[in-house]
C-alpha cells in the first residue's frame, strides 16, 4: 500500500522559512515525478512545484519562482520543498503528490498518489 506522509509545516512569520518533507513508501519512488500542490480555505488546489525521477529538472509556478526549492532524495524515498521569503498569501495546505506520467505535471489528475497534507500558515 503507498503511503506519503509530509512533515515540517508550522507558523511562520512572513519572510521567514520553512522546509517541507514528504516521505513515501509502497512505491518505487525513483520511477515517480513528483509534486508539491496547495490549498488555501476556499480555493481550488494549486500546482507549486515539481521535479522528475531523476531530480535532473525542476518546475515551479510563477508565484514561487525563486522563493521555493523542490528537492528528492531517491536514497531515502523523500522529496523536500524548501520555500524562503514566505508571505501570509502562502498560507495552505501543503500536498506532495506521485506521477507515473512524467515531469511538469501541473494538474492535480495526473498524479497517482497523494499524502493527507500539511498545514503552513504566514502571519503578517
Known amino acids: 500500500q503507498v503511503q506519503m506522509v509530509e512533515s515540517g509545516g508550522g507558523l511562520v512569520q512572513a519572510g521567514g522559512s520553512l522546509r517541507l518533507s514528504c516521505a513515501a513508501s509502497?512505491?518505487?519512488?525513483?520511477?515517480?515525478?513528483m509534486g508539491w500542490f496547495r490549498q488555501a480555505p476556499g480555493k481550488e488546489r494549486e500546482f507549486v512545484a515539481a521535479?522528475?525521477?531523476?531530480?535532473?529538472?525542476?518546475y515551479y509556478a510563477d508565484s514561487v519562482k525563486g522563493r521555493f526549492t523542490i528537492s528528492r532524495d531517491n536514497a531515502k524515498n523523500t522529496v523536500y520543498l524548501q520555500m524562503n521569503s514566505l508571505k501570509p498569501e502562502d498560507t495552505a495546505v501543503y500536498s506532495c503528490?506521485?506521477?507515473?506520467?512524467?515531469?511538469?505535471?501541473?494538474?492535480?489528475?495526473?498524479?497517482?498518489?497523494w499524502g493527507q497534507g500539511t498545514q503552513v500558515t504566514v502571519s503578517s
Open positions: 503528490a506521485a506521477s507515473r506520467l512524467g515531469p511538469y505535471r501541473v494538474r492535480p489528475d495526473e498524479y497517482d498518489y
Open positions: 509502497g512505491l518505487t519512488f525513483g520511477s515517480y515525478a
Open positions: 521535479i522528475n525521477w531523476s531530480a535532473y529538472s525542476t
